[in-house]
Each structure stands twice: as structure tokens, then as C-alpha cells.
């Protein structure tokens, strides 16, 4: 799939790849065959490759002075898209911008770039795999620094180089296979490559599997470590959500069944992303509204990486045996300890030993709270240290495809040589479409289609 497409059946694309708005320096990119054309007609002369050069900006036709600027040429294919590229590095006014933005549209062959096609031209030109693709948009949403650890190391091709290495092993025991079909009349010497084929892709499937039971781990980098609020009504769920907040996240009141859906916010605890969500108390609801909040309740604990079991520390109540399933965890707190005498003569916190106590209202315990979320997160997270994760659904679902291939080629004691070589093309063919080394057409919209325009 890479590689495929030429410069030449390109028309030249720029695109402004800084943010918009009034700044002290904006950055407008163009891609293509006639980079080096445009800048000989807006900024001559074109400076050497890669070599900055101070040039006046002018409108072509007209001769008009648009900016003084700073520009650069980077000749493909020794280029970030592998195409000729150049750069305008303007005064950040939206006026200079705007205005040489009209004159790059007005070339011949040239247009405003799509969403994420200066990197989908990269990867055609055979200078990033999807994964590496996938990475780079991850850095630009980046918002720990956790996600951008993980973003740098996809985007320098760590998890590519792995399935490679994956595939080429694949490959090899599929060399072992043909030659079994090739000498099938000589059943000795079949049945020693298939054998050989066997001592190949047994660990490689022990690895693969060790890098799947890693999957969660990048999602909780990537997506957020899920953390839901749940209690009866009234044991102040939204108080505390507001709380970990700092600001007015939910509405907060002594009426019960307040809260009917779920509310999200997102923090930053030890430098991983972290998704705290708010919801309807557990009862027995008096309305289909009420209902329908205490399903959702049920539904996002089960799904939760940690469930925050909030009591009311006058009038405890736990958990319910059936609230959450799997591997979720439950962290008990007491709200509303600022109104227990703490030498227990109300008699709620002797009897109700929670692990921990706290106010929201006056704050008391919050820290120790925070703390025991990031210690949670930071354990969910190293327990795969040192695990190159899958960060994406679709890596999870094609190495789970190698890997469920890999089992029926290990599983029959003697297969013909026809099935085994077609189990193990399935199993190399899985692992191509995560990099793009095959059948990339179908998924190169989605990818980059979450770039900005100027990337």
C-alpha cells in the first residue's frame, strides 16, 4: 500500500499549521510539486534546502507586499511527506495570514489541505506506518504526561517495529509451511518443517498474548483511568465531584434523585489522565427518568476501572454485591465525617470502619482520596511496564485475529500443509493491516481524519 502513490499525482496543498488567532508567529505549510515554484513567485528566491532565509512576502499578480518573513525548503524525498515542502514563518496577524491564505488558493494546482493530509501523504510516500500515523495524532491530543510518553514512543515507531518483527517471524514459519506443501510426497521432510513451522510461532504466541493482556494499560493512558462516584441518594456524590473539580461541576441539593445523568470531569493526578463521572444515587426509583439514571449508574460502574463507593457517614450504607463485575475495584469513603463526633458516641463510625473518611464540605480526607486514586492508576498502569501497549482498538483486534489464528495452527496435531500455511497467512495478514503493510484503504480516513488541517 505504501508507496503507491507519486508526487507528481499530487496537487500541492498548504494549510496554516500554527493556531489561529493573534500570535507573535504563525506557520503556514505547503506540499507538493509546485512548492518550490510557489515560493520562487511569493518569496524569491527560493533559499537552499533547508536553509532559512529572511524573504519579503508578495502577492504575484499584483506585486503587493504582504509580510517579511522567515521561509525554508525541504526537497522530497528527504521531507516530512516526502513531497517538496516549504515554509512560511509569518507575524502571527490574522490579517497577514489571512491574506497570504487568498494567494496560496489562487495558485494553479494548489489547494487548502484536508484534515490530517500532510501526514496521510507521508504515509503513502512511505516515510510513517499507521501506527507511527496514529502516535503523532495522539502527541497533538496529549494532555498528560503519560499520553505524551506513550504518543512519542508509537509516533518513533516502538509498537511498528514490533509487529514487524512479529510478522517477519510469521513469515518465515510460512516459508516452513510452503516448503511442506512442495514436498508433501515425502512425508518425512513435511512433517519437519511443520515442525520447525511449530518451534517458530509458539513463543512468538506467548509474546503476542503477554502484549494483549497489556491492551487496558494503553487505553487507561490514552483514554483515562474511569473512576465513577456512586452511593444512595444523598450522601453528597456531587459535593465531593465538585470538589475534586474545584468548580461547579453538578448541581448540588438535599432533594434526592437530583443527579439523573451521568456528569464527567477530567484531572491530570500524577501525570496520568484520570475520568472522574458523577451519578444517579442506587434506590428504587420513583420515575422512568430516575430509572433510566439509576441503569446508567449500574452500567458505568461495571465498566469503571475504579468505583468510589460514597457513604454517608451518619447513616452508612455499603455496596451492593452485585455493583461491579471482573476486575473493578471498589474504594469505600464515609462523606460527611464533619458531623460524627469522632469519639464515636453518635455511634456511626465505630460501627461503620470505612476506609477512609471525609468532607467534602470542609475538604478534610480529599488529598488522602486523590492520592489513593493515583496510587490505583499508577499500579494499573506499571503493571505492564515495560510492555509496549496497543493504544487502539483496532491493534487489540488484529492481534487478537493473529493470535486466535496462531491457536488453530498449534492446536491440530498433524493439519494438512494447506490449512496450516492459510492459518498462518491469516495470522501475518492480521498483523500487516495494524501497520498498514496491507488493506490500509479502509481505515486511512478514520486516522487521519483527527489531525488538524495544518498536519
Known amino acids: 500500500m505504501q508507496g503507491e502513490a507519486t508526487m507528481t499525482e499530487q496537487p500541492t496543498i498548504f494549510a496554516l499549521s500554527s493556531g489561529r488567532g493573534r500570535a507573535g508567529v ?190 487496558h494499560r494503553g487505553e487507561i493512558v490514552r483514554d483515562g483511568y474511569r473512576v465513577v462516584l456512586a452511593g444512595v441518594p444523598n450522601v453528597g456524590k456531587s459535593s465531593l465531584m465538585n470538589a475534586l473539580a474545584r468548580r461547579d461541576v453538578a448541581i448540588v441539593s438535599s432533594e434526592p434523585g437530583t443527579t439523573r445523568d451521568v456528569l464527567e470531569v477530567h484531572l491530570d493526578l500524577g501525570g496520568y489522565a484520570v475520568v472522574v463521572a458523577d451519578t444517579a444515587g442506587l434506590r428504587e426509583a420513583e ?33 451492593p454485591a452485585d455493583l461491579v463485575t471482573g476486575e473493578t475495584h471498589i474504594l469505600t469513603v464515609a462523606n460527611k465525617s464533619d458531623l460524627v463526633d469522632p469519639r464515636g458516641q453518635s455511634g456511626t463510625l465505630t460501627s461503620y470502619q470505612a476506609p477512609l473518611n471525609i468532607s467534602a464540605l470542609t475538604g478534610a480526607g480529599l488529598p488522602d482520596l486523590l492520592d489513593r486514586i493515583a496510587a490505583r492508576v499508577a499500579q494499573s498502569v506499571d503493571e505492564a511496564a515495560g510492555t509496549i501497549a496497543p493504544t487502539q482498538e483496532r491493534h487489540r483486534v488484529a492481534m487478537k485475529a493473529c493470535a486466535d489464528a496462531l491457536v488453530r495452527f498449534l492446536s491440530l496435531p498433524a493439519p494438512p500443509p494447506e490449512l496450516a500455511a492459510e492459518d498462518l497467512r491469516l495470522a501475518a495478514d492480521a498483523l500487516g493491516r495494524i501497520t498498514g503493510r496491507i488493506d490500509a484503504e479502509e481505515v486511512l480516513g478514520k486516522i487521519f481524519g483527527r489531525f488538524c488541517i495544518g498536519k
Not at 452500567?299 to 468505583?307: F, G, I, N, Q, S
Open 287 to 319: 420515575g422512568a427518568v430516575e430509572r433510566e439514571g439509576v441503569r446508567r449508574t449500574r452500567e458505568r460502574a461495571r465498566a469503571a476501572d475504579l468505583v468510589v463507593w460514597v457513604a454517608d457517614a451518619t447513616a452508612p450504607v455499603t455496596p
Open 26 to 215: 504563525a506557520v503556514i505549510r505547503i506540499s507538493g510539486p509546485s512548492a518550490r515554484l510557489i515560493l520562487e513567485r511569493m518569496a524569491a528566491p527560493c533559499p537552499p534546502a533547508r536553509r532559512a532565509a529572511f524573504r519579503k512576502i508578495i502577492e504575484p499578480k499584483t506585486g503587493e507586499l504582504l509580510d517579511a518573513a522567515l521561509v525554508l525548503f525541504f526537497a522530497g524525498p528527504s521531507s516530512e511527506t516526502g513531497e517538496d515542502i516549504a515554509e512560511l514563518q509569518l507575524h502571527g496577524s490574522p490579517a497577514v495570514v489571512a491574506s497570504v491564505l487568498r494567494t496560496l488558493a489562487a495558485m494553479p494546482d494548489c489547494r487548502l489541505a484536508e484534515p490530517g493530509e500532510f501526514a496521510r501523504r507521508a504515509f503513502l510516500n512511505g516515510k510513517i506506518d499507521l501506527t507511527a500515523a496514529e502516535g503523532l495524532a495522539d502527541l497533538i491530543d496529549a494532555e498528560t504526561d503519560a499520553q505524551r510518553r506513550q504518543a512519542l514512543a508509537q509516533a518513533g515507531g516502538a509498537f511498528a517495529r514490533l509487529c514487524d518483527g512479529w510478522r517477519q517471524q510469521l513469515l518465515e514459519a510460512r516459508a516452513l509451511t510452503e516448503a511442506a506443501i512442495d514436498f508433501s510426497d515425502e512425508s518425512d521432510v513435511a512433517a519437519d518443517a511443520l515442525e520447525r513451522a511449530r518451534s517458530l510461532t509458539r513463543p512468538l504466541l506467548t509474546d503476542l498474548q503477554h502484549h494483549l493482556s497489556a491492551a
